[in-house]
């Protein structure tokens, strides 16, 4: 998976330090205002486990924006909308 972006920046997660923009397993996404208020919080980014560990549950597709970032960058959320990453 190639990033839409690309500005080459790295996006480091908060919680876990893992680089969710350049690694070769892109964990970028984006996620509803409301979850990311009360979740991610002070947090600039966060990987896609680290916000699932702070939420206490799995991200659902109703928590994701419907979006090309998500439905190209993001194989967890590629999953849930249907798309199969491996052939993305
Ligand atoms: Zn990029
Ligand atoms: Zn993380």
Avoid at 23 to 34: F, G, H, L
Avoid at 46 to 74: A, P, S, T
Wanted: contains cysteine.
């Amino acid at each position: 998976m190639k990033c839409a972006c690309c500005s080459g920046k790295k996006m480091p997660c908060k919680d876990c330090a893992k680089d969710t923009h350049l690694s070769s397993d892109i964990d970028y996404y984006m996620v509803e205002n409301a979850i990311w208020k009360k979740y991610g919080g002070d947090a600039e980014f966060l990987c896609w486990d680290c916000l699932e560990k702070r939420m206490g549950r799995k991200i659902q597709i109703k928590d994701i924006v419907d979006c090309n970032i998500n439905k190209n960058m993001n194989k967890n959320a590629m999953v849930l909308f249907g798309i199969n990453p491996l052939k993305a």
